[in-house]
Nanobody
Framework: QVHVVESGGGLVQAGGSLRLSCAASGRTSDIYAMGWFRQAPGKEREFVAASSWSGTPSLYGDPVTGRFTISRDNAKNTMFLQMNSLKPGGPGVYYC????????????????WGQGTQVTGPS
């Protein structure tokens, strides 16, 4: 069993930055890649970014390319999403998913999900 926990959400202003964390525990050897998705109220989850533990492959959604960056602390089984130059987009919950293969931007490609972390303000 794999357990995933997101953290780091909060209130941000337009143009601001925020760093989200996604920590995996349990059978972490079952995870090849992790992906970040954002869900606004009343809307479906949309892809943000994904990366394997090695960093290759990595993928970013068009709206965040150049502004968001994924980094990893493999020793701590933790992946980070650095979000810069946040734009007005309203509140949303950021979810982190772990998958045994490369899920990319495909939401069903991830098997293990956390409870999400709330970001209030820009996206």
């Amino acid at each position: 069993q794999v357990h995933v926990v997101e953290s780091g959400g909060g209130l941000v202003q337009a143009g601001g930055s925020l760093r989200l964390s996604c920590a995996a525990s349990g059978r972490t050897s079952d995870i090849y890649a992790m992906g970040w998705f954002r869900q606004a109220p009343g809307k479906e989850r949309e892809f943000v970014a994904a990366s394997s533990w090695s960093g290759t492959p990595s993928l970013y959604g068009d709206p965040v390319t150049g502004r968001f960056t994924i980094s990893r602390d493999n020793a701590k089984n933790t992946m980070f999403l650095q979000m810069n130059s946040l734009k007005p987009g309203g509140p949303g919950v950021y979810y982190c998913g772990g998958g045994g293969g490369w899920g990319g931007s495909y939401y069903p490609g991830y098997d293990y999900w956390g409870q999400g972390t709330q970001v209030t303000g820009p996206s």
